[in-house]
């Protein structure tokens, strides 16, 4: 052992700062969409905000300053949605003619709950039927229900990166074409009325089955070049930002 090493103690965190943690953690969270330099600006104010309090707090000897805390960042999450939602707008606003700045995240991340609960649903399905002794489909389809599912979940979590999300993206993009393309065989394997209505409509129903695959796929696809130049640094280093955001830290938002 390094005798360097030897006498250090481990530092384990305090409640104190896995409160302050989530609470910046939470400021990250509703900017994650916004531009990096309004993002990195809140997230400093609140951070500096903190140490004063906790430093106030120590040299008074005022107890509760963590639950103050929890009591600010709890009564002002409204607030701070609301800032977002501003921010968002004057982003949008003041976007070039033709690019949809607001619509499209929210849209993305609809999508991909619409995605996620046809998964469910076709596992779900799957699960009650081979359980009632209906199922009448290959295994193949089965794990492609639960791998699409997986996918599904796994890109959700990392749209909520914003350095992954354009990663995220391509996660769900292929998990669209899972669940959309294998994920109605399962539906028809497991009903009864969708058997029929795709042995009566064969050409009709693949049609339909393809083409929804395909706009998944596409949108998704679509959605990882939007969010790609996010993740520029992945590519190279980022130029130094002089334009530093000096917004005001309002009392109740964040913390």
Excluded at 28 to 53: C, F, K, M, N
Excluded at 108 to 119: K, M, P, R, S, Y
Excluded at 189 to 213: D, K
Aim: positive net charge.
């Amino acid at each position: 052992m390094n005798s360097e090493l030897i006498g250090q103690a481990v530092v384990l965190p305090t409640a104190a700062d896995r409160i302050d943690a989530a609470v910046l953690g939470w400021c990250r969270w509703y900017t994650r969409d916004l531009p990096e330099q309004v993002a990195t600006g809140r997230i400093a104010e609140l951070a500096s905000d903190l140490h004063e309090q906790r430093a106030f707090a120590a040299e008074t000897g005022g107890p509760g300053a963590s639950r103050a805390i929890v009591g600010r960042m709890l009564r002002g999450i409204p607030a701070d949605l609301a800032w977002r939602h501003a921010r968002l707008r004057r982003a949008a606003l003041t976007a070039p003619r033709g690019t949809f700045p607001l619509a499209l995240p929210a849209l993305a991340h609809l999508a991909t709950a619409l995605l996620i609960a046809w998964g469910v649903l076709v596992v779900v399905r799957t699960s009650a039927s081979m359980g009632s002794g209906d199922w009448a489909g290959a295994w193949d389809l089965v794990a492609a229900g639960i791998v699409g599912l997986a996918m599904a979940l796994l890109g959700a979590v990392l749209t909520a990166i914003p350095r992954l999300r354009w990663f995220g993206a391509l996660w769900l993009a292929g998990a669209s074409y899972v669940l959309i393309r294998f994920g109605m065989y399962t539906l028809i394997a497991s009903s009864v009325t969708l058997g029929e209505f795709y042995t009566s409509a064969l050409a009709q129903a693949i049609l339909v089955n393809r083409s929804l695959a395909a706009a998944g796929v596409t949108f998704f696809v679509a959605m990882a070049a939007w969010w790609l130049p996010a993740a520029r640094s992945l590519w190279g280093s980022k130029p130094r930002r002089t334009d530093v955001a000096t917004e005001p830290f309002t009392e109740g938002v964040g913390a």
